[in-house]
């Protein structure tokens, strides 16, 4: 009977350890098989009383029309019921322009008592920079912010999510394709450059925007892993949000015979498009970084997108237990940021098992997707690239700031909004 007890002590113990283990590991990789509208775990780190005279406020860019922004808001209200926020207790407000009639409209939502100000635009932050002198009791958090790195006061927040790690994994699908289409002798050979590698193109917002050089370069990183016998050409639309100008941009690449396309388009016109050239009979490859629905459109290999559901979570709590919020934070696969869509109906056998292998791969620190070995500049492996953080032109000899380092260009782990701007060898700008 004795020995009975002791087992019986000894299983419990067990299973207190596994759940111990379980609730520190937090939330694990989304995997591709399962659904895309599955609701992330609530994680026990976050339990906080909420104080009776919680108020936050939160401004979006656009409204709830918009896939992206009703994703943002629907985590943004499960954060809140999941920490048993009072519907009061978070005012938010949509349509907020990225221009000077924002000022007004977060200054109106400070005058109300809000403490906390979330803002899913960066170009926000350039008027919030000048409220948080009038509001000194007001934290300011900015989502893809470039900011809180410089910030004395300590209550301008930036976060970003690691697109890279999605578009590195999108990529990596595309060459998955490639592959199958390159052993079963199916690659057009108009898809061919003079050197005889695929021509994969992307249509991007600014040649000087330095997340779109990173988001590409992840794309075309990813693609290499599993068919390093290809090239990316690149358009700029020239905007930010003129669906019309990266739909046209994305044409003038598929004229050229790009097999593959990628695109920072906000909206998922260039996705439908392709959709349509392929119920025409013509076939071209897509994936990208937007909503998730989209993967029915023919042609669409893989889709990604940002889950803020653990951020929000962060910051609701740490701001109720009025600690501090740190000031310049990243997350991604680790942390469900980065979530899948399945796999499209074009995909090469495997792809679905070979992407959840890789992701768990980056997770684990086991790849790197800016490993220096696999790119080149100018015929060389990068050796030494330091960013210039305080943003006053001149790059400062210190060590915290290179990113190079072990073989890895580190991207946002200096600050939170990307900086990787190196054309490396075998992307070509066409504008």
Do not use: W
């Not at 509001?135 to 004395?152: K, N």
């Not at 050197?195 to 990813?222: H, R």
């Not at 469900?336 to 796999?343: C, G, L, P, T």
């Not at 990068?382 to 032109?393: A, K, Q, T």
């Amino acid at each position: 009977m004795k020995r009975k007890s002791v087992n019986i002590i000894l299983i419990v113990l067990a299973l207190l350890i596994v759940c111990f283990l379980l609730v520190k590991s937090g939330m694990s990789v989304r995997r591709m098989n399962e659904p895309e509208n599955d609701e992330p775990e609530f994680v026990s780190e976050y339990n906080v009383a909420i104080p009776d005279d919680f108020k936050a406020g939160a401004v979006f860019k656009k409204d709830s029309n918009d896939p992206v922004t009703k994703k943002r808001i629907e985590s943004l209200k499960r954060a809140a019921g999941d920490l048993s926020i009072s519907e009061n207790g978070i005012v938010t407000l949509e349509n907020v322009n990225e221009d000077s009639s924002c000022y007004d409209k977060i200054k109106d939502l400070c005058d109300d008592g809000c403490k906390l100000i979330i803002s899913d635009a960066k170009g926000h932050e350039i008027y919030i920079n000048t409220l948080k002198d009038e509001y000194e009791d007001v934290v300011f958090e900015v989502f893809e912010g470039d900011m809180a790195h410089l910030d004395t006061s300590g209550r301008i927040k930036n976060m970003a999510c690691r697109d890279y790690e999605g578009r590195f994994l999108t990529g990596y699908a595309c060459g998955l394709k490639l592959k199958e289409l390159s052993e079963n002798g199916k690659i057009p050979e108009s898809s061919l450059n003079e050197n005889g590698m695929v021509k994969a193109g992307y249509a991007g917002t600014f040649n000087y925007d330095k997340k779109c050089i990173s988001d590409l370069t992840s794309f075309y990183l990813g693609i290499k892993r599993a068919y390093p016998n290809c090239v990316l050409e690149v358009l700029y639309a020239g905007s930010y949000e003129d669906d019309e100008a990266f739909v046209k941009a994305a044409h003038e690449l598929i004229e050229d015979n790009c097999l593959i396309i990628s695109d920072s388009c906000p909206d998922g016109a260039v996705c439908k498009s392709i959709s349509e050239i392929n119920a025409s009979g013509r076939e071209i490859y897509y994936a990208g970084f937007n909503d998730l629905s989209l993967i029915s459109e023919k042609g669409c290999l893989l889709m990604c997108e940002n889950d803020l559901y653990d951020d929000y979570m962060y910051v609701l709590s740490t701001f109720a237990k009025k600690d501090k919020i740190e000031g310049d934070r990243v997350s991604g696969l680790d942390k469900d940021a980065i979530v899948f869509s399945k796999e499209g109906e074009s995909c090469a056998p495997g792809t679905l098992d070979a992407v959840n292998e890789m992701a768990e791969k980056i997770v684990s620190g086991e790849e790197n997707v800016f490993q220096t070995m696999n790119f080149s500049l100018n015929g060389k492996q990068l050796g030494e690239y330091r960013i210039d953080l305080d943003g006053d032109g001149d790059i400062i000899s210190d060590e915290d700031h290179s990113a190079v380092y072990n073989g890895v260009f580190h991207e946002q782990s200096l600050k939170s909004f990307p900086y990787f701007d190196i054309l490396i060898d075998g992307v070509t700008e066409l504008n």
